[in-house]
């Protein structure tokens, strides 16, 4: 049995849609971060030691961290599920990629808009902080769309792969969600695709406000 840490709206949706796509027998305990549960002793000992959420407990009771990395195994426990290109599949570089830029690109360039106090330098920089965001996410953004432009569904063609979930909860964090869907109409048909998924459906309800 998975326990996945999580709470609505977080990094946490990746790995719940992969669990409800892969049929893995799981158990979600729901993080109250409005009353501080994740900056809990008891939490950040027992579950993550920096106080963030999602984490998973694996079945052997060890506990992982990062979203990206849970949404990786999670794909790889479950091959039949399709959702990871194996390790001898020619599109698994292009996976792996993408799943990284996700972590690596996008995911800390949301950060800085919904957390500018951590990349605060004096009392006032948040809106400059959230403002040079909102144009790096214009930039990173610029690849993944572009790798959509054939008409494409997905990021390796007509196959869903974890990495197009990943990418697709990012795809719902921009502040101006209109405006991103005119900008990126690529990333909006990969998004809108994802969340058409029945299983990717039923974790966005449990998320979604």
Known sequence: MHTLYWKPMSGSL???????????????????????????????????????????????GRVMIESAAMTIYLADLAPAAGLAPAATDADRALYLQWMVYGAATLYPTYIRIY????????????EAVKALAVKALDVAWAPIESALADGRSFLLGDRCTA??????????????????????????????????RPACAKALGMHAP
């Open 14 to 60: 990746a790995p719940m849609a992969l669990l409800e796509e892969t049929g893995l027998p799981f158990d979600l305990q729901k993080v109250d971060a409005a009353a501080g549960e994740d900056k809990s002793e008891a939490y950040m000992r027992d579950v993550h030691p920096l106080g963030l959420v999602p984490a998973l407990r694996i079945p052997d």
């Open 163 to 196: 990495a197009d979930i990943y990418i697709a909860m990012m795809a719902l964090w921009h502040p101006g969600r209109g405006a991103f869907g005119k900008a990126c109409p690529n990333v909006n048909r990969l998004r809108e695709a994802v969340w058409a």
């Open 115 to 126: 957390h500018p106090d951590y990349h605060r330098v004096r009392e006032g920089d948040d």
